[in-house]
């Protein structure tokens, strides 16, 4: 059974800021965060690739989220800095198994293995 750790989120104010992190031990060729809002439909935040150096950046979070490995700790971290109204969704780990770069975490089926989801809701 594949299994991801998912941590992080949580609410918060706008303008603040949140973590991510999530590990698996599977092996992957991309890993990433996914979101979907309460009535809208899913969207490819951030992944990044095995080695680390390649990731893909939704247009909407370009210059305020970052996504990095800690090849230490095992772990896939996504910082979110300067969030808003519109970040609130539930963000999925999520890992694509199969050859592909990060940008396929933004394709209907670009991703194999999801995690349960955690909660970011960016409210006054």
């Known amino acids: 059974q594949v299994q991801f750790v998912e941590s992080g989120g949580g609410s918060v104010q706008p303008g603040g800021a949140l973590n991510l992190s999530c590990s698996t031990s599977m092996d992957y060729y991309v890993i990433g965060w996914i979101r979907q809002a309460v009535g809208k439909e899913r969207e490819g935040v951030s992944c990044?690739?095995?080695?680390?150096?390649?990731?893909y950046y939704a247009d909407s979070v370009k210059g305020r989220f970052t996504i990095f490995r800690d090849n230490v700790k095992g772990t896939v971290t996504l910082r979110m800095n300067s969030l808003k109204p519109e970040d609130t969704a539930t963000y999925y780990c999520?890992?694509?198994?199969?050859?592909?770069?990060?940008?396929?975490?933004?394709?209907?089926?670009?991703?194999?293995?999801w995690g349960k989801g955690i909660l970011v809701t960016v409210s006054s």
């Open positions: 990044i690739g095995s080695s680390g150096g390649t990731t």
């Open positions: 999520a890992t694509r198994t199969r050859r592909g770069s990060p940008i396929m975490c933004n394709y209907d089926y670009g991703m194999d293995y």
